[in-house]
Nanobody, 124 residues
Framework: QVQLVESGGGLVQAGGSLRLSCAASTRTFSIYYVGWFRQAPGKEREFVAAIRGSGEITYCSDSVKGRFTISRDNAKNTVYLQMNSLKPEDTAVYYC?????????????????WGQGTQVTVSS
């Protein structure tokens, strides 16, 4: 089992930045790929970014490409999501998720473990 805990959310003005963290409780963290998803009120859970266990390959959705960066530090069992140039449309609860198969990385069903989420609110 893998436990995931997100942190770093908060309230920022449009154009600001936040860095989210996802801490995992497993000694084999490096074998898991990790994704970030977000869910706004009344909307489906949306893929944001994903990273392979090695950290060498990453993927981002078109809506955040160029603004968000995903990275990981396996020594700290942590994955990060650096969010710059935030827009009001980015407002959502952000979740990190982990899985052992790196396929369909942009779909929630492809992941095995989920965190509780952290709220990100961007004011205009």
């Amino acid at each position: 089992q893998v436990q995931l805990v997100e942190s770093g959310g908060g309230l920022v003005q449009a154009g600001g930045s936040l860095r989210l963290s996802c801490a995992a409780s497993t000694r084999t963290f490096s074998i898991y790929y990790v994704g970030w998803f977000r869910q706004a009120p009344g909307k489906e859970r949306e893929f944001v970014a994903a990273i392979r266990g090695s950290g060498e390959i990453t993927y981002c959705s078109d809506s955040v490409k160029g603004r968000f960066t995903i990275s990981r530090d396996n020594a700290k069992n942590t994955v990060y999501l650096q969010m710059n140039s935030l827009k009001p449309e980015d407002t959502a609860v952000y979740y990190c998720a982990a899985g052992w198969r790196y396929s369909n990385y942009d779909r929630p069903y492809a992941y095995n473990y989920w965190g509780q989420g952290t709220q990100v609110t961007v004011s205009s």
